[in-house]
């Protein structure tokens, strides 16, 4: 499976070579582009662990670029790939920022090596040199609006908190979150306040977090949609590693839409929280999207929750069938109780605690309370 994402750099009359070898290598290719100052600002809009600038010669001008790179995306691991093997270029390269210059020659699987390699230190030193541990960062998505994929998050993040776990929700449906109405919160600071402060550090975040009555804490979506426009898979990146450093779960809510904003933060949950409905075209798109998340080696995170089970003739063999995977959690049909939860802004767990959703809920936390 090819599971390093790469953003290629090269001028207009290199870039063909530097395609033609990357297409070679055991990676995906996310976007091949030319050194140029508006490009800096679109590297932040692709989703890559990886960008590698490929020049034949390396001169001052290659250096300051990447040196721009490194310094706008702390994020991606910056390679060089070049044809000479003068020592001054990796003495040159070091001073830039770059963490590894790879030989022209090199064979695929070195390279891939490399990139994996140089991708890790990255990976480790934005998390101080170690890995985080318990905490559990948990993505909740589908591939239709409508499934109850935001009643979903916020009822299974109160129902951790209620356990006495420490929970934050993130709003990142960027355009469209309903988070905020769901929990009945006011008018509150935002992740795009969030961002727009600078200061991605775990101290930093404490400002811009709603605590519920429940105990748990919301980072609303944006305000507008052009507030949301302007968030890029790097943004989401440092807000996920601020928010996990803080709590022991993490509850994203995604939009239905499998993006590069989506990818970016799937790849970081330890776990994908896949809500499908007992419906024909639901689980038609649910098979079709879960085949794209298998090719991007992400299957082993997935966990398939059935919400509104019962709601029609399909049961939960036929949905195991046509997903060929397991039920992590089947919340059973109660329509009054989950409107009027959401018409109240309080979620059915509070509201509601001897419906059978709310059951179906508490019944999970009480078997499944360490899941990292």
């Known amino acids: 499976m090819k599971n390093v994402r790469i953003i290629g750099i090269a001028s207009d009359r290199e870039s063909l070579w530097l395609e033609s070898m990357l297409n070679k290598a055991d990676v995906f290719v996310r976007s091949i582009m030319e050194p140029t100052d508006k490009n800096l600002k679109e590297i932040a809009k692709v989703y890559a662990e990886a960008v590698v ?3 034949a010669y390396p ?39 770059i963490g590894s210059v790879i030989s022209k020659d090199a064979d695929p699987e070195e390279f891939v090596k490399a990139v994996a390699t140089e991708s890790a230190r990255i990976r480790q030193r934005n998390n101080g040199g170690a890995a985080v541990a318990d905490s559990c960062v948990i993505a909740v998505f589908s591939t239709k609006g409508g499934t ?24 990142l449906d960027l355009q469209f979150g309903d988070v905020g109405v769901f929990m009945n919160i006011p008018k509150t600071e935002t992740i795009s306040d969030f961002l727009n402060n600078g200061d991605f550090t775990p101290g930093a975040i404490d400002n811009f977090l709603y605590k519920h009555e429940s105990g748990v804490h ?16 790097d943004h ?7 928010v996990r450093n803080k709590f022991d779960y993490t509850v994203l809510d995604l939009p239905p839409v499998l993006d590069d904003n989506t990818i970016a933060v799937i790849e970081q949950a330890d776990y994908i929280w896949f809500i499908t409905n007992p419906e024909i075209s639901t689980l038609k798109n649910s098979k079709v999207c879960m085949s794209i998340l298998q090719n991007l080696s992400l299957e082993k995170k997935i966990r398939v929750v059935l919400n509104k089970d019962n709601e029609s003739s399909i049961k939960q063999d036929n949905v195991k069938r046509v997903l060929g995977t397991g039920i992590e959690l089947a919340i059973p049909y ?19 605690p001897r419906s059978k959703a709310s059951k179906a809920f508490e019944k999970y936390v009480n078997t499944h309370d360490d899941l990292y």
């Open 334 to 352: 109660d329509y009054d109780t989950a409107i009027t939860a959401v018409n109240r802004g309080k979620p059915f767990v509070l509201s509601s």
């Open 218 to 233: 919301v980072l609303c979506a944006p305000n507008s949609p052009e507030e949301a426009d302007a968030i890029h898979p």
């Open 148 to 171: 109850g994929k935001t009643t979903v998050a916020v009822n299974m993040a109160v129902s951790f908190a209620k356990a006495g776990k420490s929970v934050c929700v993130v709003d």
């Open 236 to 242: 989401l990146e440092n807000t996920i590693q601020a």
């Open 59 to 97: 001169n001052e001008e290659t250096f300051a670029y990447i040196n721009k790179i490194s310094a706008a995306h702390p994020n991606l691991a910056v390679l060089l790939m070049c044809d000479t093997t003068d020592p001054s270029v990796y003495s040159r390269a070091m001073q830039a920022g």
């Open 53 to 55: 600038y490929y020049t």
